[in-house]
């Protein structure tokens, strides 16, 4: 199986007749949209579908502005259902999407639409969430389709024995893999060190750009800030204990932040301890984490 992210997989949309998408729901969901002609796209976000409505904001500047599709993140779902009134006024096609709770805040809307009905089409995307892996309330989309008179589509829970081959379990499977094998090689070394790593795994999450980005902070974070660090302790003769490296995870985590920020300061932190390592003690270093300001590291004599 191919992992394609980012821009590539954006530019999937665009792939024409005899062409193969690869990637996951949102991507083909979105090149189905495209295919029929939508002019506006709108939402709210929420899991499960955060996805989708972060695939609309990033493919928005590259592809569908010069297609002339609008596209909206709505400040909540009545606005999105709001929408929909577009295609209630004008021969127009357009989709939103929002979590399944969120269908109680776009009820009023909904109904409007529902009496007036449609000149163009619309697609409503809910995300279902029977397990209350999302929210703290369960509840389905079928009462509001049958008051409202809507057609429901209802393929996902038919379509559940495919997710374990679905490109998205993949991808979740090789990060876990990576994550599990980072946790028993730091565990070989320091049960201290491990327990960092674990918890560092709670830096990924959301969905679409934020999970990529997050993905990508989770794995800079071990390669250029603690694995420096713990072989500048394993380098020293003090550092048996790693207490410089557990030190400085403890000064980084007072300025890392779930969106990345601070992170360069972490990195320089450890490569301002690299840079002055056959200059001063290890107590030495161990003060200038304490005293460290987030300045540029010095370059080694």
């Not at 009545?78 to 009134?85: C, G, I």
């Not at 934020?210 to 794995?219: A, G, I, M, P, S």
Request: hydrophobic share 45%.
């Amino acid at each position: 199986m191919i992992a394609i992210e980012g821009r590539r997989a954006i530019d999937q949309l665009l792939f024409g007749a005899g062409q193969t998408l690869q990637g996951d729901g949102a991507l083909i969901l979105t090149k189905a949209l495209l295919e029929n002609g939508v002019g506006y796209l709108g939402g709210y976000p929420g899991s499960p579908v955060a996805h989708l409505l972060d695939l609309f904001a990033e493919a928005y500047e590259p592809i569908l502005r010069d297609m002339g599709i609008y596209v909206e993140m709505s400040n909540n779902e009545a606005s999105a259902a709001s929408l929909l009134t577009t295609s209630v006024t004008h021969p127009i096609r357009g989709a939103v999407c929002w979590k399944v709770v969120g269908t109680n805040v776009a009820s009023d809307s909904l109904a409007h639409v529902a009496a007036a009905g449609v000149t163009g089409g619309v697609l409503i995307v809910v995300g279902e969430d029977y397990g209350c892996t999302g929210t703290t309330v369960a509840e389905r989309t079928l009462p509001f389709g049958l008051k409202s008179g809507m057609a429901l589509l209802k393929t996902m829970a038919a379509l559940k024995w495919l997710r374990p081959y679905s490109w998205r379990r993949w991808k979740e499977e090789q990060l876990l893999a990576i994550y599990t094998e980072q946790v028993e090689a730091f565990l070989e070394k320091s049960y201290d060190l491990a327990c960092v790593v674990a918890e560092a795994g709670e830096m990924i999450r959301g969905y679409g750009g934020t999970r990529r980005r997050t993905e990508q902070l989770f794995h800079n974070y071990l390669n250029e800030f603690l694995s420096p660090l713990v072989a500048l302790d394993e380098r020293s003769e003090s550092g048996g204990d790693y207490a410089l490296t557990l030190r400085a995870v403890a000064k980084a985590q007072s300025v890392l932040k779930p969106t990345g920020a601070g992170f360069e300061e972490a990195v320089a932190l450890a490569r301002t301890l690299q840079a002055h390592e056959h200059g001063l003690s290890y107590e030495e270093l161990l003060a200038m984490v304490v005293d460290f300001k987030g300045a540029p590291a010095p370059v080694a004599s």
